[in-house]
């Protein structure tokens, strides 16, 4: 876990358990004079990205968000109730969604930080609508945090592949991860956007041991 403020990281800590994170940032956070609000940014681990299936007749946000709601457990091997909401894609006619434990978000809340929640996102989704806001979207993207390796990949700017590759080592084991993955996913030859934490652009956290990231902002 780790808390930054703007760029300056502020705590860091190896926790075994999100939740002990959660508390050491409360803890941290309460010696803080000012009340600004908190972005929390969650691992790959913790939020994994599923692609929808390409559906005839879905009319609307809505109608992909329930079929997303129904594959979300299966698709991305989180056990028990999912909560679940749509991110950006690359092609809307391929919808990404992101899928978290419906027991941890019970947990984030304003209390049990101690301040008011501006958003929480996992950390994939910043690396994606980053890239996607440049004029020309790679084909891979792989994003490194903590405890996982989240690829999202596709010809053309389609993002339909996603996968979530658990992480017990560094620099090496998701070198190899990302090379599983672009068999999987059978792409031609062409630009790979590859993000970490130590990567992270102005602004964003800069460093994270495990599990939940916290960032105050203004």
Request: contains cysteine; charged residues 20%; hydrophobic residues 50%.
């Amino acid at each position: 876990m780790s808390l930054c403020d703007g760029e300056e990281l502020r705590l860091s800590l190896a926790v075994e358990q999100w939740e002990a994170g959660l508390a050491a940032a409360r803890e941290e956070l309460a010696r803080r004079a000012d009340r600004r609000r908190v972005r929390v940014w969650l691992s790959g681990a913790l939020c994994r990205p599923c692609v929808l299936p390409a559906l005839q007749g879905l009319r609307n946000r809505a109608e992909m968000l329930k079929v997303a709601q129904a594959l979300a457990g299966e698709r991305t091997g989180l056990a028990g109730r999912c909560r679940v909401w749509l991110e950006r894609g690359a092609n809307p006619a391929v919808p990404m969604a992101a899928a978290v434990s419906g027991a941890l978000l019970e947990r984030l809340t304003d209390e049990a930080l101690g301040r008011r929640l501006a958003s929480i996102t996992p950390w994939w989704a910043e690396a994606l609508n980053t890239c996607l806001r440049g004029p020309h979207a790679p084909q891979a993207i792989a994003v490194r945090d903590s405890d996982a390796l989240t690829v999202l990949a596709g010809p053309a700017e389609d993002f339909g592949f996603a996968a979530t590759y658990f992480l017990a080592h560094g620099r090496e084991a998701a070198a190899a991860a990302f090379a599983r993955a672009m068999l999987s996913a059978d792409l031609p030859a062409g630009p790979r956007s590859i993000w970490s934490l130590g990567s992270a652009p102005v602004g964003q956290p800069v460093s994270c041991a495990l599990g939940v990231l916290v960032e105050t902002w203004t």
